[in-house]
């Protein structure tokens, strides 16, 4: 199972945009990538998905490189709303159904 | 309205008790999950299933019992073994396609009395 890293802090401006980055060297061939929102005493939200290259939608964009070794969340100009812990998941729905989140990056928008 | 729920909200245990954490889900999926969080970390698996009445232990299993006798059940027990059960338990489920995502329940917040 893919072991992922992620920075544990950032902070950003209110309207700027953020780039969340996450490392996952062992990433395998079926694997896709993740990523949830929690906000504090609730369950984690889906953000987006994606395999490989660009994925886009209406919240966020997903970019990942061609050795899909790692991947980058980016959350287009934030707000304070924002504010919460972002965690990368790597896995198959497959044969390597036991998803493990990571410690996750706890974003703080300031105003 | 379909999703997954879990009670109670709260829940509080005396010491040497075993406390059972309810999850149910209406979605059909076939995976379920239960995760701990503790204040200010990530997520740790607990116990998973993929099948009714099959389960597997994740990293943290020690002190904790699942059963899984209908899919759209899951229910955890924290048993008097597990010293230090105080921590948020979240359920989730999924389907078992590709690319498939989790969906999380509320949410139980354990307290011990």
């Known amino acids: 199972l893919a072991k992922t890293t992620q920075p544990i802090s950032m902070d950003s401006y209110e309207g700027q945009e953020v780039n969340i980055t996450c490392s996952h060297n062992n990433i395998a061939t079926n694997d896709y990538i993740t990523w949830y929102q929690q906000f504090p005493s609730q369950g984690p939200r889906f953000i987006i998905q994606g395999y490989k290259t660009k994925v886009t939608n209406e919240v966020a964009s997903l970019f990942i490189p061609a050795d899909r070794k790692s991947s980058t969340l980016s959350l287009p100009r934030v707000s304070l709303s924002d504010t919460a812990v972002y965690y990368c998941l790597v896995g198959s729905g497959y044969n390597n159904n036991d998803m493990r989140f990571g410690a996750g990056t706890r974003l703080t928008v300031k105003p | 309205d379909g999703g997954i729920t879990q009670s109670p909200k709260y829940l509080f245990r005396k010491e040497g008790q075993n406390v059972t954490l309810s999850c149910e889900q209406n979605?059909?999926?076939?995976?379920m999950y239960w995760y701990r969080q503790d204040p200010g970390q990530g997520l740790r698996l607990i116990y998973y299933?993929?099948?009714?009445?099959?389960?597997q232990k994740g990293d943290i299993a020690e002190g904790y019992s699942v059963s899984r006798e209908k899919k759209e059940s899951f229910p955890l027990t924290v048993t008097s073994a597990q010293k230090n059960p105080t921590a948020f338990y979240l359920c989730a489920s999924m389907g078992l396609a590709y690319q498939e995502t989790q969906y999380f329940g509320p949410g139980t917040r354990l307290l011990v009395l």
């Open positions: 979605l059909n999926h076939d995976a």
């Open positions: 299933s993929q099948i009714v009445n099959d389960f």
